[in-house]
């Protein structure tokens, strides 16, 4: 199933993001997440590409085996990082030939350690060649991207970040998921902005339900995501208690995706750090709230 299908069903579009793990232990594990998550119907499950090293192969593998053993609709990240053009083609020749329909092309982070994005040899410097490059060699993958209502860290001016997701758009993306946020203002503002600038696809917000604090601040540096303060306070006053951070979690991210659906939102992408309690819980009050 082509994602771009399903969002224009008019029913919210669920979906949950999954990193490779490293350890056929650690893949039990995700396998038996999956399968609780599974009972609430997603509309497909995403899985990471890693920036380098031997869990790249592991992404197709467990998009494949999610797609044939879990029967769910399972969408392939890729990222430009340390690959060649000839590389990306067979990445994707490999990909089609596996049945995946769905691929989010991205960019990458620079490596760790490192402030500039810098390409292969060969290789592309921006999501957007990755998307051209797709289109180019045929390929018919439903294809999403990455963007950013705060901005992409890198880039100092919101205007011209989104100049960029214009090209980038245009290059052949059928959808659109946001980096996480915690305050719905900057995701309606974005959209807004985005609207008036002719994009026109389908941006799905894209939501990770806060478990533990010293987490959610490192992440939040990292994407340049805005903590703000009221939840920043309430968060601290819990930083040594695990369980009343997750209840808060639960709480702040259910309220927040509800809003998000009320006012438009075409549904959520959860990034579930490979755990399925928050989520299941989240999704659970919303799908009850629904019928
Ligand atoms: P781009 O769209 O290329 O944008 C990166 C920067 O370049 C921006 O500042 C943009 O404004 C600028 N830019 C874009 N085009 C141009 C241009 N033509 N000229 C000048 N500047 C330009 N990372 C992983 O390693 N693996 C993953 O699986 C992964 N999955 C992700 C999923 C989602 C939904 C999101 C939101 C992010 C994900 N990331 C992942 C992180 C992502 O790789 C980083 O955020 C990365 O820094 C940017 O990737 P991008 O695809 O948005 O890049």
Known sequence: MRIAEALGRGRPCFSFEFFPPKSAEATGALLSTIDELRELKPTFVSVTYGAGGSTRDLTLDLVRR?????????????????????????????????????????????????????????????????????????????????????????????NVDLENLRTKVRAGVDFI??????????????????????????????????TNVDQVERFSKLCGATIPMRLALELERRRTDPEAVAELGVAMATLQCAELLDRGAPGIHFYTLNKSPATRMILTALQARSR
Do not use: W
């Open 66 to 158: 999610i797609k044939r053993e879990r029967g769910l609709e399972a969408m392939a990240h890729l990222t430009c990082v340390g690959h060649s053009r000839a590389e990306i083609a067979r990445i994707l020749d490999d990909h089609r030939d596996a049945g995946v329909e769905n691929v989010i092309a991205l960019r990458g982070d620079p490596p760790r350690g490192e402030t500039v994005f810098r390409p292969a040899p060969d290789g592309f410097a921006h999501a957007s060649d990755l998307v051209a490059f797709i289109r180019q060699c045929g390929h018919s993958f439903c294809l999403a991207a990455a963007c950013y209502p705060e901005g992409h860290i890198e880039c100092g001016d919101r």
């Open 177 to 210: 998921i946001t980096q996480l946020f915690f305050d719905n203002a900057f995701y309606f503002d974005f959209v807004s902005r985005a609207r008036a600038v002719g994009i026109d696809v389908a941006i799905i917000p894209g939501i990770m339900p806060i």
